[in-house]
């Protein structure tokens, strides 16, 4: 019910804005990373391992939304969210609050709160709370490059939830 609500309140602002556009889509993608634990160790062949991170994912997500001078943003968020070490693909569903204010003349520092459901695929019915935010720099074209916590409160693998670090980039059209 809340978010149908919030839908019908966001269409019913982007039908009726004839002369100035306050609207936004967004779209992202990410690599998840972890920690290599394996760091400085030799293999049978002499060659040393020198990564810190490794991959573990990949992460798209999309979203529409309000925004009030590029400064300020309330959008609707989904997307999908594959950990490869869990075996675990997650959709969330959530609410996104985006900060932006101006650094420089062209360059704005980003702040992205989300806060939704989370749901497992191919896990039977695993349903949980979603988490997140977002911390990048904003190019005046609308491009963004980010690092993110996500957070999924999801009983998987003999945990009581899970969560990922990524890095990624992120184009919003205004």
């Not at 609207?23 to 760091?39: L, P, V």
């Not at 490794?54 to 400064?71: C, M």
Request: hydrophobic fraction near 40%.
């Amino acid at each position: 019910m809340r978010l149908s609500a919030l839908l019908a309140f966001l269409f019913t602002f982007s039908a009726f804005s004839q002369t100035k556009k306050f609207t936004y889509i967004q779209f992202d993608i990410a690599i998840a990373i972890k920690g290599n634990g394996e760091r400085g160790e030799t293999d049978i062949y002499d060659n040393k391992n020198n990564s810190w991170f490794l991959p573990d994912g990949f992460n798209s997500k999309i979203g529409y939304g309000l925004h009030y001078h590029k400064w300020a943003a309330l959008g609707i968020h989904t997307g999908i969210e594959w950990k490869w070490t869990d075996k675990l693909i997650i959709v969330p569903v959530f609410a996104n609050i985006k900060l932006s204010p101006k650094i420089s003349e062209d360059t704005r520092i980003v702040l992205q709160l989300g806060l939704g459901k989370a749901i497992t695929l191919g896990r039977g019915d695993l349903i949980g709370n979603y988490k997140k935010i977002n911390l990048g720099i904003q190019t005046p074209d609308g491009l963004i490059i980010f690092i993110e916590l996500s957070h999924y409160a999801i009983p998987i693998n003999n945990q009581k939830d899970s969560g990922s670090v990524s890095l990624g980039v992120s184009l919003v059209t205004f």
